[in-house]
């Protein structure tokens, strides 16, 4: 409880601040700019993927002598940064020919470094994951966000365009890498035992290809749209996506953070793993359905007055990719059980075949445009999530009528929700735009909560309760 309590601090902050530093962004860097930045961090990610071979996440899972095998993951983090620094400051040339985008390889070559000063806070952030310190991760979340849209924000009114992000991006990372060495300082070091090397290594890179094709496989269609649409339609498409991002993935990315070490804990009792998943799974989705539905409906006038009108190509991505949020928010957690369980091979089939049937469709129909792209997208989330219920579901040895029954009143009362908030936009069409978001956002969170409260009382007192609580702390 009090490492989900953490965790959600730090997320709400990370989110609150960084909406609204795009807001101000916006303004000042059109969607070419967007765009090129969105080419660089594509390729950023992907190379970030594999920064730490993986070690971290084998460090959570792997349970025997802790401290030990902390600072031998330390050590092979170090000598991944530097790989893969040198890595990006070589690729950078053919990475821009592939987009046809000649301005990322310079922007390429100042974020590379980005690598290295990771590698001094990724094991250190695990080891606080591992060791349920989360409240102690609170101060390097925040601190990043705060410097990098600070650093952003003043280049960009400086005129600085693109570079601005760029340079908000990096800031961001060293100013991590500070924090988390400043916690972790007095009690990890450098260590080098050829055993347990072996053994995270055995697991780590088994995970970071995973990682890697997992991040291909849900950033492919952003892949395609640079490689064959314009800088501006990039843009477009990643503003889009950024709200269903921050919204609702940002809920299951930070409820994982504590989910991964427990399950992990349990993962040799069924019956324990099984009941921790699906009240995991309830309680995620009573926050991400109501968010993705409510983010669809007021799209239009959220672009409109956060955005402004030169974003308005942004409002159907928006709303196709929070509904295909919705989805990959229930099957989000599961990706955390065959972690936790060690049946990565499982995993990366899953996400393998999540590529296997969107590339070629993506490829297809990119000529259509990006709104087009988003409908691919959503409609390679509905089958990618109906297979991965059904694979989670039977390693659990769970009945299909335990995953109905977390979600349904959730469900329900998200339905009765989009029905209030539907019949508030018609009915107040002719009201100001303001006016209108707030008395929709308003009357469904209204309408939600008492809905939800008659469903499911339960478990709301729990969350009640919980929020309530003084030793969160």
């Known amino acids: 409880m009090k490492g989900a309590a953490w965790t959600y601090v730090a997320f709400f902050s990370r989110r609150f601040v960084t909406f609204l530093s795009t807001m101000v962004l916006v303004r000042f860097v059109g969607p070419e700019g967007f765009g090129l930045m969105a080419a660089a961090l594509l390729v950023i990610r992907y190379f970030d993927a594999v920064n730490d071979a993986g070690v971290g996440a084998a460090m959570v899972q792997y349970q025997s002598d802790p ?41 390429l070559w100042f974020l590379s470094p980005i690598f290295l000063f990771s590698s001094f806070a990724q094991v250190q952030g695990y080891w606080l994951k591992k060791t349920f310190r989360f409240a102690e991760r609170v101060v390097p979340e925040i601190s990043s966000v705060l410097v990098k849209a600070f650093v952003s924000i003043l280049f960009a009114i400086l005129g600085f365009g693109v570079w601005s992000l760029a340079f908000g991006q990096m800031s961001g990372q060293i100013t991590a890498s500070i924090a988390y060495w400043r916690v972790t300082r007095n009690q990890l ?10 053994r995270l290594l055995s697991f780590g890179t088994k995970l970071s290809v995973i990682t890697f094709v997992g991040i291909l496989s849900q950033t492919v269609d952003q892949v395609v749209i640079a490689r064959y649409l314009d800088a501006s339609q990039l843009g477009y498409f990643v503003l889009g996506s ?107 089939r899953l996400i393998v075949l999540r590529l296997v049937i969107s590339v070629p469709v993506l490829l297809l129909f990119v000529g259509k445009g990006i709104v087009a792209i988003a409908l691919v997208t959503l409609g390679t989330n509905i089958v990618v999530m109906a297979i991965t219920m059904v694979v989670v579901m039977r390693q659990l040895s769970a009945r299909p009528s335990a995953l109905l029954f977390a979600i349904l009143p959730a469900l329900i009362a998200t339905g009765v929700m989009a029905l209030a908030c539907v ?9 100001n735009v303001f006016t209108r978001l707030i008395l929709t956002i308003l009357t469904g969170a209204l309408v939600y909560g008492v809905t939800l409260w008659m469903l499911d009382r339960t478990s709301c007192e729990t969350v009640i309760n919980f929020v309530a609580r003084k030793d969160l702390v």
């Open 67 to 107: 401290e030990k095998t902390v600072n031998v993951a330390m050590l092979i983090s170090l000598g991944m940064g530097i790989v893969l620094t040198t890595l990006s400051v070589l690729s950078a040339p053919y990475v821009a020919n592939f987009f046809h985008q000649p301005e990322l390889k310079a922007l």
């Open 189 to 198: 070091s450098l260590a080098f035992d050829r055993k347990i090397a072996y």
């Open 242 to 348: 950024m709200l269903p991002e921050l919204a609702v993935m940002g809920v299951c990315v930070s409820a994982s953070q504590v989910f991964f070490p427990t399950f992990s804990r349990v993962q040799a009792k069924p019956r324990l793993l099984r009941a921790s998943y699906l009240l995991s799974l309830k309680y995620v989705v009573m926050i991400t359905f109501p968010v993705a539905i409510g983010v669809a409906i007021v799209a239009e006038d959220f672009v409109t007055i956060a955005y402004s009108e030169l974003w308005a190509a942004s409002v159907p991505i928006i709303q196709i990719l929070a509904l295909s949020a919705l989805l990959k928010s229930v099957a989000f957690s599961a990706g955390d059980v065959l972690k936790a369980t060690g049946k990565t091979g499982l995993l990366s």
């Open 423 to 431: 019949g508030i936009t018609l009915v107040g069409a002719d009201l």
